[in-house]
């Protein structure tokens, strides 16, 4: 196979994986005076999603379940992604570690 042909077929599959990957459901949490916002998050059972999270506080938190078998450190100011799923039906607590009274949540999937 010529050079030509590997690198078009290379590209080829970049595009179809990003094609893919801009399919997931996006669904957004804030961290904000170490809340999380929404506290529930409603998303589709039986698919991955795409969850975008924004810590507008100045501080770090961590995104934690165990349920969900996630743990990630997003720095004050910053964003993260995390990928779960697909779940099934069923509610899944998540925290912050580093604020464990207040910053709670609960993803349920429908």
């Known amino acids: 196979m010529s050079k030509w042909w590997q690198k078009y077929i290379g590209l080829a599959m970049i595009f179809t994986s990003g094609s893919v990957m801009a399919g997931k459901p996006v669904f957004e949490l804030v ?12 998303v589709p059972a039986g698919k991955k999603v795409k969850l975008l999270i924004s810590n507008e506080d100045d501080t770090p938190e961590e995104f934690e379940s ?9 720095l004050g100011g910053r964003k993260t992604v995390i990928f779960i799923g697909p779940l099934k039906p069923g509610v899944y607590p998540f ?5 464990m009274k207040t910053a709670q949540g609960k993803v349920i999937a429908k």
Do not use: T
């Open 95 to 99: 925290f912050g570690e580093f604020n």
């Open 66 to 74: 165990y349920e969900l078998n996630r743990e990630k450190v997003i």
């Open 31 to 42: 961290i904000r005076d170490h809340l999380f916002y929404p506290a529930e998050l409603v």
